[in-house]
């Protein structure tokens, strides 16, 4: 009899420290649960996609300069080069690029299914294709056939799905037609995730050259020229995913006027912005420095510029950029400040162009 007692009591206390230990692991496993519902901070070194409509204006090239330039200081890791104007020879301006300044290596995304013939202010998509008196290219490349490189959207895809959560930088320059294509883009090989949840997931902040919030409500140019794929990036973009605008007025008030920048680059004889701007470039007055404001505030940061307060940005059927103030907003966007900034700007920008590589 005492035998049995003796055995019923190690039951229970059996039981109790069963008991016990479960009740821990279910409140351990309910932080843990917590923990990876937060969305954490990335706080590593900013990872850059550039997303250009190069082949065009020339603030392009400069921003793409300065990424490079960032790049090798230890400032960023610029991941690849997505462009949104269609066409292969424009893939190739960004493959001189690339090459010119030691990124052979960089991957390039193509836009096969684009706006179709937007305006060219400067026509230099055919750089890649010069030729000197010798015969040989007047510039390097490094890829033999560009239609083998990857869709500009499914480049977005393999980098993000490759990168930390919440990491990714997207600076958009241009057109947002591979931004629309990405998030309307299913779960593949490189990803079981949709684009919408990819961004969700990966991106930290998408830093785009777009909008005007002035008084007046006015068509945004890189939104008019595909105002379908401009609405498709502002239907599906997840609420949850910072933007941050650089606006018109922002970048109007930059001005690198040609002779500066020729007396920038008397460093060398054989550039290609320079080429573009002794041969090709034929505009009164300057290049507005609208792109280069993307990438300087997408590396160094929110200190550098004036910005509002948060909110939401809704699209017109006009495609004119609307601003309302909410303290949960995803979106802000860039002010004019004043000309001591602006001269400030325009110095950053010229630096680099002075770079000796």
Same mark, same amino acid.
């Given at each position: 009899?005492?035998?049995?007692?003796?055995?019923?009591?190690?039951?229970?206390?059996?039981?109790?420290?069963?008991?016990?230990?479960?009740?821990?692991?279910?409140?351990?496993?309910?932080?843990?649960?917590?923990?990876?519902?937060?969305?954490?901070?990335?706080?590593?070194?900013?990872?850059?996609?550039?997303?250009?409509?190069?082949?065009?204006?020339?603030?392009?090239?400069?921003?793409?300069?300065?990424?490079? $330039?960032?790049? %090798?200081?230890?400032?960023?890791?610029?991941?690849?080069?997505?462009?949104?104007?269609?066409?292969?020879?424009?893939?190739?301006?960004?493959?001189?690029?690339?090459?010119?300044?030691?990124?052979?290596?960089?991957?390039?995304g193509?836009?096969?299914?684009?706006?179709?013939?937007?305006?060219?202010?400067?026509?230099?998509?055919h750089?890649?294709?010069? @030729?000197?008196?010798?015969?040989q290219?007047?510039? %390097? %490349?490094?890829?033999?056939?560009?239609?083998?490189?990857?869709?500009?959207?499914?480049?977005?895809?393999?980098?993000?799905?490759?990168?930390?959560?919440h990491?990714?930088?997207?600076?958009?320059?241009?057109?947002?037609?591979?931004?629309?294509?990405?998030?309307?883009?299913?779960?593949?090989?490189?990803?079981?995730?949709?684009?919408?949840?990819?961004?969700?997931?990966?991106?930290?902040?998408?830093?785009?050259? #777009?909008?005007?919030?002035?008084?007046?409500?006015?068509? +945004? $140019?890189?939104?008019?020229?595909?105002v379908?794929?401009?609405?498709?990036?502002?239907?599906?973009?997840?609420?949850?995913?910072?933007?941050?605008?650089?606006?018109?007025e922002?970048?109007?008030?930059? +001005?690198?006027?040609?002779?500066?920048?020729? #007396?920038?680059?008397?460093? @060398?004889?054989?550039?290609?912005? %320079?080429y573009?701007?002794?041969?090709?470039?034929?505009?009164?007055?300057?290049?507005?420095?609208?792109?280069?404001?993307?990438?300087?505030? #997408?590396?160094?940061?929110?200190?550098?510029f004036?910005?509002?307060?948060?909110?939401?940005?809704?699209?017109?059927?006009?495609?004119?950029?609307?601003?309302?103030?909410?303290?949960?907003?995803?979106?802000?966007?860039?002010?004019?400040?004043?000309? +001591?900034?602006?001269?400030?700007?325009?110095?950053?920008?010229?630096?680099?162009?002075?770079?000796?590589?």
């Open positions: 009899m005492i035998r049995l007692r003796l055995k019923e009591v190690l039951s229970c206390r059996l039981a109790v420290i069963v008991l016990i230990c479960s009740v821990f692991v279910l409140l351990a496993c309910s932080c843990d649960d917590g923990k990876e519902n937060e969305k954490a901070e990335y706080v590593g070194e900013p990872l850059i996609i550039l997303d250009v409509d190069i082949g065009s204006s020339t603030d392009d090239l400069l921003a793409m300069e300065m990424a490079y $330039y960032y790049h %090798k200081a230890g400032r960023c890791k610029l991941l690849g080069i997505v462009v949104d104007r269609e066409g292969e020879d424009y893939a190739a301006c960004a493959d001189v690029m690339n090459t010119y300044y030691g990124f052979d290596s960089l991957p390039i193509l836009e096969r299914d684009g706006i179709k013939n937007p305006p060219v202010f400067t026509d230099y998509r750089i890649a294709d010069l @030729t000197g008196v010798d015969g290219p007047v510039f %390097k %490349k490094s890829i033999e056939d560009y239609g083998d490189l990857p869709d500009g959207w499914k480049l977005y895809r393999k980098l993000l799905a490759a990168q930390p959560d990491s990714v930088s997207i600076c958009s320059l241009g057109f947002c037609t591979c931004l629309a294509h990405l998030l309307e883009s299913q779960g593949d090989e490189l990803s079981p995730f949709t684009g919408v949840e990819l961004v969700r997931q990966k991106v930290k902040c998408l830093y785009i050259m #777009a909008g005007i919030f002035t008084s007046s409500e006015e068509p +945004e $140019y890189n939104f008019i020229q595909g379908t794929y401009a609405q498709t990036l502002f239907r599906l973009w997840p609420m949850d995913v910072d933007v941050v605008y650089s606006p018109m922002v970048g109007n008030d930059i +001005e690198y006027l040609k002779p500066d920048v020729l #007396a920038d680059l008397d460093w @060398t004889e054989n550039h290609p912005l %320079k573009i701007y002794e041969n090709l470039y034929d505009v009164n007055g300057g290049q507005k420095m609208w792109d280069p404001l993307v990438v300087i505030q #997408a590396v160094e940061g929110d200190d550098e004036s910005l509002s307060p948060r909110g939401f940005v809704t699209l017109t059927s006009e495609t004119a950029t609307v601003f309302r103030e909410d303290a949960v907003g995803n979106s802000r966007y860039q002010k004019t400040v004043s000309d +001591e900034w602006v001269t400030k700007m325009l110095k950053k920008i010229r630096k680099v162009n002075k770079w000796k590589i």
